[in-house]
């Protein structure tokens, strides 16, 4: 993207960020995740009822048998951690608006991780086997799998993405 002048940091975030697959051997300590976290659930939500929830898996076993549950066991199984995000349907009260918040909670988190140097994806595929993920971890049944999160630092930065001009995608302007 080609801009004139500065930006401020959480446009150059938002512009530079990237799905990262691809994972080093690095560890990832806890504080750091705990930091993303924190990011994560200053998200806006309807009510302030903050309705995410989340798992972390750091165990290799446990991360194997969520990647098996994805075409994108590759990338769950090189993640340092996963975390898998729920929505907590006990404390929620219009589902659209709790999904929107949900997605923002992960959108703060991609954030955070890339500016404190992290990757990660957002793994939406394996929604298709979200009653297993909950299973295999042990959940109740009041918890939604939103997503997986996986986490580490990256392989490499050369991610490319491109976007649609702002221009096709209004829909309407009066």
Known sequence: METSG?????????YERRSVRHFSDAPVDRKTVMELLRAASWAPSGLNNQPWR????????LKESLAALTRYSATLKAAAVLVPVFLD?????????????????????????HGLGLGAVWIGEILKNKDAVRDRLGLPDRLELM???????PAHRQQKSHRRPVEELIVFEY
């Open 89 to 113: 349907k006990e404390g929620s009260y219009d589902d659209v608006k709790d999904c929107q918040a949900v997605g923002a909670a992960i959108q703060n988190f991609l954030l955070a991780a």
């Open 147 to 153: 997503a997986v999160i996986a986490l580490g630092y």
């Open 6 to 14: 500065s930006l401020p940091d959480v446009l150059t975030a938002i």
């Open 54 to 61: 989340f798992a972390l898996v750091w165990n290799s076993t």
